[in-house]
């Protein structure tokens, strides 16, 4: 129990020291004077700015398509029941999903009718198997299909890298990624490809992928590659770097979920204090701390 409250003591003192460090830390240590003092430099010495024409238009260019794309996106709060149904991967019409919505309901009503349920519990559960289940099942079917899409869509993008870098137009690394990336991937990059060829802009299908898939994953890769269409620039460059985000948004994703699993199995983090090995790593841990936030202190306290 003793080693249990000194090791409570210490992560309360660490947590204390940190807000405090985050607070005073700038007014102890002229770090707000020293930054005026590079303000009042800045303002004595102006530096003049020649910027490119090419450079400023191809700013406005970028600024442009975000615009446009914002717009969309504001547009489309409410999403209608047809995008839904392509969003979830299935290829029904809005009216054959209110009638099997329609079909459901009754099926439900008669049942509960026949169990005796009443006609005002009937009518609850036929509302909510016809109009609450069926949406619910949408919404089941979207987010199974957002987390598939997610899985594959990084070593999508290395794809197209390697083949932009092998001297391959980027519409013809879309086409490989097509002809070989597992479902739902593989259609959305195929609805691309088909929109492309009915005389679409390749930017501007790319940036529709949004529509079908809405992430912002999606939604990063459309605007890279629409961004490229309009002002040039090094795709290759762009799009790797567009994976390694993606693929540090996964990790985060997944270390998020690793953390909350730790709290919801108390017994398991409890280690770190009830055990000795687990209460010597708290002690490290503080100690490593101390020394890191030391080693900063002496990396960024400049003297002007």
């Known amino acids: 129990m003793n080693m249990q409250a000194l090791a409570l003591a210490s992560l309360a003192a660490v947590a204390i020291g940190g807000i405090a460090w985050v607070f005073l830390y700038p007014l102890l240590s002229g770090e707000k004077k020293a930054e005026s003092r590079r303000a009042t430099v800045a303002k004595s010495e102006p530096v003049a700015r020649n910027v490119d024409k090419n450079q400023r238009s191809r700013r406005e260019q970028v600024e442009g398509t975000l615009k446009d794309l914002e717009a969309r996106r504001a547009k489309e709060k409410r999403i209608p029941l047809s995008v839904r149904l392509t969003q979830a991967g299935l290829n029904w019409s809005t009216q054959k999903f209110t009638v099997v919505s329609a079909v459901l309901a009754a099926l439900i009503f008669v049942a509960a009718m ?30 199974r299909r957002e987390q598939a899409f997610l899985k594959a869509l990084p070593d999508a993008v290395d794809v197209i890298v390697r083949g932009i870098k092998a001297g391959l137009p980027l519409f013809d690394s879309i086409k490989v990624v097509a002809a070989d990336a597992p479902e739902p991937l593989k259609s959305e990059f195929l609805a691309i490809i088909e929109t492309q060829a009915i005389g679409m802009p390749l930017g501007e299908a790319c940036a529709r992928l949004f529509e079908r898939m809405p992430l912002p994953e999606a939604n990063f890769f459309g605007i890279v590659v629409a961004i490229q269409q309009k002002s040039g620039g090094n795709l290759s460059e762009a799009l790797g770097n567009l994976s390694k985000v993606l693929r540090d948004r996964k990790k985060m994703a997944e270390k998020i979920q690793a953390m909350s699993m730790d709290i919801t199995t108390p017994d398991y983090i409890s280690l770190l204090w009830t055990h000795p090995t687990g209460q010597l790593m708290l002690v490290g841990c503080v100690i490593w701390m101390t020394i890191g936030i030391l080693v900063m202190k002496k990396m960024i306290n400049f003297d002007f």
């Open 114 to 143: 026949l169990g005796g349920g009443g006609l005002l519990g009937a009518t609850g559960l036929a509302f909510a198997g016809g109009f609450g289940l069926p949406r619910w099942a949408l919404g089941f079917l979207k987010k």
